[in-house]
């Protein structure tokens, strides 16, 4: 049996009209695309490469059986939901491929001996870190830096995240706690969300917990550095939003008893990674940004990804 999918023909509405018209129908990209217009559904499958046309033929291929025509009739039954699971593949292969565009364009520009930055921590720590260890990002820079820069396998491995008060609330008590369970766990946190929860450390025996702190130290709320500076004096900016402080973390560390490094390039971090792991108590690893610099290469960046 030979198969040939048209891929306009698999982004029909009357396909996507499952069976189930259930509201909580937990495949969130049925429903996505189900709320689309039909034109809008026709450029997305116009849009398919040729190889992904022909990865979704093989797949299918895979899925049914490849029974020679001349000596079996085949009858293939199905439902309107398992055709429309089968048919969503488009988008997320297409998803891939960018993924794909994206990772040859942050080779070019990321490598272990630049300088440190937030969206290089993003894109170098998954692989510094060993992938059998869990780790935990903290609100609201590291998440988003995580899914635009981190690359597609990341997306695979045990990650943990929560939105606390105000975002940042409870950022090292849940790691702590975390850290009891799964270890050794790695925290990524800016230095505002750390700070504002750094009382943590007095919940018993803290210190003696398998966790490591990536602390990124960008003087203050560097997020909204990158929302609001367009629109507010410096001043105003910081005095609302960025709260920069001027913290002596090294005699921090020393006053709640947890062991301290501060490194300043890729390759003492990975060294520093080591190190925490091996002595098995909690530890933080400081690294500098400057956020100006961090700004503008970032920006510069994406436009690259997106002109791609």
């Given at each position: 049996?030979?198969?040939?999918?048209?891929?306009?023909?698999?982004?029909?509405?009357?396909?996507?009209?499952?069976?189930?018209?259930?509201?909580?129908?937990?495949?969130?990209?049925?429903?996505?695309?189900?709320?689309?217009?039909?034109e809008?559904l026709?450029?997305?499958?116009?849009?398919a490469?040729?190889?992904?046309?022909?990865?979704?033929?093989?797949?299918v291929?895979?899925?049914l059986?490849?029974?020679?025509?001349?000596?079996?009739?085949?009858?293939?039954?199905?439902?309107?939901?398992?055709?429309a699971?089968?048919?969503?593949?488009?988008?997320?292969l297409?998803?891939?491929e960018?993924?794909?565009q994206?990772?040859?364009?942050?080779?070019?520009?990321?490598?272990q001996?630049?300088?440190?930055?937030?969206?290089?921590?993003?894109?170098?720590?998954?692989?510094?870190?060993?992938?059998?260890?869990p780790i935990?990002?903290?609100?609201?820079?590291?998440i988003?830096?995580?899914?635009?820069?981190?690359e597609?396998?990341?997306?695979?491995?045990?990650?943990?995240?929560?939105r606390?008060?105000?975002?940042?609330?409870?950022?090292?008590s849940?790691?702590?706690?975390?850290?009891?369970?799964?270890?050794?766990?790695?925290?990524?946190?800016?230095?505002?969300?750390?700070?504002?929860?750094i009382?943590?450390?007095?919940?018993?025996?803290?210190?003696?917990?398998?966790?490591?702190i990536?602390l990124?130290?960008?003087n203050?709320?560097?997020?909204?550095?990158?929302?609001?500076?367009?629109?507010?004096?410096?001043?105003?900016l910081?005095?609302?939003?960025?709260?920069?402080?001027?913290?002596?973390?090294?005699?921090?560390?020393e006053?709640?008893?947890?062991?301290?490094?501060?490194?300043?390039?890729?390759?003492?971090?990975?060294e520093?990674?080591?190190?925490?792991?091996?002595?098995?108590k909690?530890?933080?690893?400081?690294?500098?940004?400057?956020?100006?610099?961090?700004?503008c290469?970032?920006?510069?960046?994406?436009?690259k990804?997106?002109?791609?």
């Open positions: 049996m030979f198969l040939y999918l048209e891929v306009v023909e698999m982004f029909n509405p009357e396909f996507l009209a499952t069976e189930n018209n259930d509201p909580n129908d937990e495949n969130d990209l049925i429903q996505y695309l189900q709320k689309q217009s039909p809008v026709q450029r997305v499958a116009k849009s490469s040729e190889d992904i046309q022909e990865i979704i033929r093989h797949n291929q895979g899925l059986g490849m029974l020679p025509s001349d000596q079996f009739d085949v009858k293939i039954t199905s439902s309107k939901d398992n055709i699971n089968l048919l969503s593949s488009p988008m997320a297409d998803l891939i960018e993924g794909e994206i990772k040859e364009i942050l080779k070019e520009q990321i490598t001996d630049n300088q440190i930055s937030e969206y290089k921590l993003a894109n170098l720590v998954p692989k510094l870190w060993p992938a059998e260890n935990m990002l903290s609100a609201s820079s590291p988003r830096d995580w899914l635009t820069f981190s597609n396998g990341t997306l695979t491995r045990n990650c943990f995240s929560f606390g008060a105000s975002g940042i609330d409870g950022t090292l849940l790691a702590l706690g975390i850290s009891r369970i799964k270890n050794p766990l790695l925290l990524v946190t800016g230095d505002l969300a750390f700070i504002h929860d009382n943590g450390w007095l919940i018993e025996n803290s210190i003696d917990m398998n966790l490591t990536l990124i130290n960008n203050g709320g560097n997020i909204f550095n990158r929302i609001y500076k367009e629109n507010l004096k410096e001043d105003e910081k005095k609302l939003f960025l709260m920069p402080k001027e913290i002596n973390w090294s005699k921090l560390a006053g709640y008893q947890v062991n301290f490094k501060s490194v300043a390039n890729f390759k003492k971090l990975r520093a990674f080591d190190w925490s792991i091996s002595i098995k909690s530890v933080i690893i400081k690294v500098d940004i400057d956020p100006e610099s961090e700004i290469e970032k920006n510069s960046l994406l436009e990804i997106i002109g791609s």
